[in-house]
């Protein structure tokens, strides 16, 4: 299955996707919108694009801390589960490389775990139009911390597909490339761990698009089971298991006029 297939898959597991999903800390939120300590704007309430929002796990944290956000989402399934979970914020149907939104009618646009499905030239430079000038542009991934060993044998099992080999998202430095509207990419890491239950490994892996379109699917899904419950015995929580990851975040502002 190629890129664009697997780019309009999530639909399908839209609620699966929003139970077993990472979170989004408020410190992260933070840093991605230009408001961490000492910025100056702690506690600012922004105009915020969440661009490629999925089921609102970022939406959610930027509404909780205060800013006026639009979610912006092409699946219908996503949304569906973004507007029912928060009626607050203004949902969108649309593309990031088509916003049907004003020129410079954001302070920051966001997109979480969702740039590499998205044809990044052109949406840098719809997302550049839609920045007011001075805007940030926020791009950020949970990664899971294959330094860890058990979580590099769960890659082992699940897989990688080729387009994200060649897009390096799924392990090492991720590059963000902007074109010249934007000034140099700032960049930092926070550390995450996911908490489930052993068995929601499975529910977890399975909203991955790479795992669910596998015609192995079953037979991948059954021997992570098997590694989610050896692992929640050798932490020495059987109920709860740790998912450590590293969440890379980068930002960059539109230059002024």
């Excluded at 664009?4 to 929003?18: C, I, K, M, P, V």
């Excluded at 916003?99 to 410079?104: K, M, N, Q, S, V």
């Excluded at 010249?180 to 892996?205: C, H, N, Q, R, S």
Aim: glycine share 8%; charged share 20%; net charge negative.
């Amino acid at each position: 299955m190629n890129w664009e297939q697997q780019r309009q898959s999530f639909g399908a597991n839209a609620a699966g996707y929003d139970s077993r999903r990472p979170d989004w800390p408020a410190a992260t939120a933070a840093w991605l919108t230009g408001a961490e300590p000492g910025s100056g704007r702690e506690g600012t309430a922004l105009d915020v694009v969440d661009l490629g929002a999925g089921t609102g796990k970022l939406t959610s944290t930027l509404a909780e801390l205060g800013h006026r956000v639009t979610a912006v989402e092409p699946d219908p399934g996503m949304l569906d589960v973004l507007s029912r979970k928060l009626p607050q914020v203004t949902a969108v149907r649309a593309a990031a490389e088509r916003i049907p939104l004003p020129d410079g009618s954001a302070d920051v646009v966001t997109v979480a775990q969702a740039w590499h499905w998205m044809e990044q030239p052109a949406a840098a430079l719809e997302i550049a139009r839609v920045l007011r000038p001075g805007g940030l542009l926020a791009v950020a991934w949970h990664k899971r911390d294959l330094d860890t060993p058990w979580v590099a044998e769960l890659n082992e099992l699940a897989g990688v597909p080729d387009w994200a080999a060649e897009q390096n998202t799924h392990s090492g430095h991720t590059v963000v490339e902007l074109p010249p509207a934007y000034a140099p990419t700032e960049y930092a890491t926070f550390g995450y761990t996911l908490t489930l239950p052993p068995t929601a490994l499975v529910d977890l892996v399975a909203s991955w698009s790479y795992v669910a379109t596998r015609p192995d699917r079953d037979e991948v899904l059954e021997r992570v089971r098997a590694l989610g419950e050896r692992v929640a015995a050798d932490q020495g929580s059987p109920a709860a298991l740790g998912l450590p990851h590293v969440t890379q975040c980068h930002r960059a502002r539109t230059l002024a006029d």
